[in-house]
C-alpha cells in the first residue's frame, strides 16, 4: 500500500444554495434589464418627438397608465435588486472582517430596500396637479379633469 492519503468526497450542505441562486438572479436579471431599459430608452427618446417631448407633462401622462407605471416599477425594482446583489458580492469578496461585512451588507439591504420603496410610492402615488396654481401651465389640464377648480 502507497503513502498516498485519498481525500474524502466533498460533502454537499444540504438546503438552498443562496449563492448559486443570487447567480442565476444576476443572469436572468440582468437579461430583463436590457429589455426594460432599452424599451424605456426608445419610448422616452425616439418615439413620436423623441427628446424634445420629454417634459413633466409626457412623464405625467405616461405615469396616468398602469402599464407604464408597471414597467417603471419592474424597472425599478430589478434595477435596485440587481445592483445590491452586485454590491454585497462585492463585499463578500473583498471584506475580510466578520463584523465589517455584516454592517456592510445590512447598510447595502438597508439602502436598497428603502429606494424601492421611495421609487414605489413615487410611482403610484404620483399626482400632476398637485400643489397646481392659476399660473401653472396645467391649471387648464387639472381644471378639465376636475382635480382643482374655483
Known sequence: ??????????????????????????????????????????????????????????????????????????MLWLAFIHGGNGMRTIVNDYATNDKVRKALVGAIVLAAGLLIILGTLVVFTFDPCLGVTESSTLWDTCVAAGVVGN
Open 1 to 74: 500500500m502507497s503513502a498516498q492519503t485519498i481525500a474524502a468526497p466533498a460533502r454537499r450542505r444540504r438546503g438552498v444554495n443562496l449563492e448559486k441562486w443570487g447567480w442565476m438572479f444576476m443572469r436572468a436579471s440582468g437579461v430583463v434589464l436590457i429589455v426594460l431599459i432599452f424599451g424605456h430608452l426608445f419610448v422616452n427618446l425616439m418615439v413620436g418627438d423623441g427628446i424634445h417631448a420629454l417634459d413633466f407633462a409626457f412623464i405625467a401622462g405616461k405615469f396616468a397608465t398602469p402599464f407604464w407605471q408597471w414597467w417603471d416599477v419592474l
